[in-house]
């Protein structure tokens, strides 16, 4: 059942251009299923996407615990136990990462959890750190704990969902919201929305399933926050598989229960998610398209930013980062370019900090170099006196870092259908995307 509302005139704007929706996902040679197994559909402007509840489905295996799903059992795995020597020695190895490794359809927060509350003995004694190491011939005694219910309040926030039924959803997020309750932002995030959307009863406890700070999986997972709405308990937990940035725009997928996260978390673990990015960058890359392989830490000189670092080890201080960029537009002679970004890690704040790393800062990513004075600087030059009013107007009113989240690819954690969807940038992205085509555009050929 698709439901459709009339385009806004800067989507159709935006939809207008004819090289922008011509190169996005390819077919990815990790989905292997056969077409027929797959759905694949475009977001414009607010496209409510829904599959009737009751579908049959052709392609891929079912496993017996999704077929339990599928028939209404929701499995919550209080009181599993987990008794097992560690065989192998491979190193440095989280005790968090090898139990998860050992136990299917539970999130890594939800191990991390059971590890504080001290239900986890390696070696007959009580271990209530996370991180802490296993190595051959250690026993591990581990009992899963009972889920938490995530502290937060539901609220009446709209939400954009382009895909949803009984297991995920996909919102098309706007800029400026941020996805999670922290502290200063205990309202008004995407989950708050969520919850009022599922209409799933909240209560207020402590949240221990956020994943450790010092977490060695990827940066933009956050394994601890799912939502299960079973009949043995309704514990809620919007589960938000992966992050966007606040100011950043676009698709983001949400799991309603720990098999479904567990089963994304795994995919992102695997790099088998697929997720395209389009930018608008303050500058042109000196090459037409590039894969950067260049660690990403903490920057030195400011503690709220991360940073590019040649040569780093892969550490607590750098991890290994690679994102591979193509130039689709070449904008108003050279002061800008529409550039698509794929990400083949997800650290924070990849994009912007490789963006940097490049000389090509994101259009209004102040932290990271993309200054509205920058912008201006590159742009004035090369614009109409006649259009410098205009030009001045929305580069200054522009207040986020321009990047979208624009496609998002992912096997369903029950059907094992692959989903696919494209949404394009909203209408502050679009707007400033149009006028820089107006002074000037040049298409990238395609290689």
């Given at each position: 059942m698709l439901s459709l509302c009339c385009l806004s005139s800067s989507t159709k704007a935006f939809l207008s251009s004819p090289s922008l929706f011509l190169?996005?996902?390819?077919?990815?040679?990790?989905?292997?299923?056969?077409?027929?197994?797959?759905?694949?559909?475009?977001?414009?402007?607010?496209?409510?996407?829904?599959?009737?509840?009751?579908?049959?489905?052709?392609?891929?295996?079912?496993?017996?615990?999704?077929?339990?799903?599928?028939?209404?059992?929701?499995?919550?795995?209080?009181?599993?136990?987990?008794?097992?020597?560690?065989?192998?020695?491979?190193?440095?190895?989280?005790?968090?990462?090898?139990?998860?490794?050992?136990?299917?359809?539970?999130?890594?927060?939800?191990?991390q959890s059971s590890i504080r509350l001290g239900l986890v003995k390696v070696n007959g004694r009580i271990v209530d750190k996370v991180s802490q190491n296993v190595k051959a011939g250690d026993k591990i005694d581990c009992e899963i704990s009972e889920l938490q219910p995530l502290k937060a309040e539901a609220e009446d926030i709209p939400l954009d969902i382009v895909y949803e039924d009984d297991s995920v959803l996909v919102v098309n997020k706007p800029p400026h919201m941020v996805v999670h309750p922290a502290p200063g932002n205990a309202t008004g995030t995407l989950v708050n929305g969520i919850l009022h959307h599922c209409s799933l009863p909240t209560e207020s406890f402590s949240n221990q399933e956020i994943i450790s700070d010092d977490e060695d999986a990827c940066d933009d997972e956050l394994s601890g926050i799912y939502m299960d709405a079973s009949t043995s308990g309704a514990s809620v937990r919007p589960g938000i598989v992966h992050?966007?940035?606040?100011?950043?725009?676009?698709?983001?997928?949400?799991?309603?229960?720990?098999?479904?996260?567990?089963?994304?978390?795994?995919?992102?673990?695997?790099?088998?998610?697929?997720?395209?990015?389009?930018?608008?960058?303050?500058?042109?890359?000196?090459?037409?398209?590039?894969?950067?392989?260049?660690?990403?830490?903490?920057?030195?000189?400011?503690?709220?930013?991360?940073?590019?670092?040649?040569?780093?080890?892969?550490?607590?201080?750098?991890?290994?980062?690679?994102?591979?960029?193509k130039v689709m537009e070449i904008l108003a002679g050279g002061g800008s370019a529409l550039v698509e970004w794929r990400l083949e890690t997800g650290r924070t704040h990849q994009i912007r900090a490789h963006a940097k790393y490049l000389g090509i800062p994101l259009l209004g990513d102040e932290v990271y170099g993309g200054t509205k004075s920058m912008a201006l600087s590159l742009l004035r030059p090369r614009t109409p006196s006649s259009q410098h009013d205009q030009l001045s107007k929305l580069v200054s009113g522009f207040e986020r870092p321009c990047l979208h989240a624009l496609?998002?690819?992912?096997?369903?954690?029950?059907?094992?259908?692959?989903?696919h969807i494209t949404c394009p940038p909203p209408a502050d992205f679009a707007e400033i995307l149009r006028l820089l085509r107006k002074i000037g555009a040049v298409q990238v050929p395609k290689y």
């Open positions: 190169s996005f996902l390819p077919p990815n040679p990790r989905f292997s299923s056969a077409p027929s197994s797959s759905f694949s559909f475009q977001c414009r402007s607010r496209i409510l996407v829904s599959f009737i509840s009751g579908s049959s489905f052709t392609g891929g295996s079912i496993s017996d615990r999704n077929a339990e799903v599928l028939a209404g059992v929701r499995p919550n795995f209080p009181g599993v136990r987990l008794e097992e020597t560690v065989a192998v020695d491979s190193g440095k190895v989280r005790l968090d990462s090898w139990i998860s490794s050992r136990v299917s359809g539970i999130s890594r927060a939800r191990v992050r966007l940035d606040k100011g950043t725009s676009g698709l983001l997928v949400v799991a309603k229960d720990e098999h479904s996260h567990a089963y994304l978390s795994e995919q992102f673990k695997l790099h088998t998610i697929q997720r395209v990015y389009v930018s608008l960058t303050s500058g042109v890359p000196s090459q037409p398209s590039g894969r950067i392989e260049v660690p990403i830490g903490r920057d030195p000189n400011n503690r709220i930013r991360m940073a590019a670092i040649p040569g780093a080890t892969n550490s607590k201080q750098a991890r290994h980062a690679a994102s591979r960029y496609a998002l690819g992912f096997r369903h954690p029950y059907t094992e259908k692959n989903i």
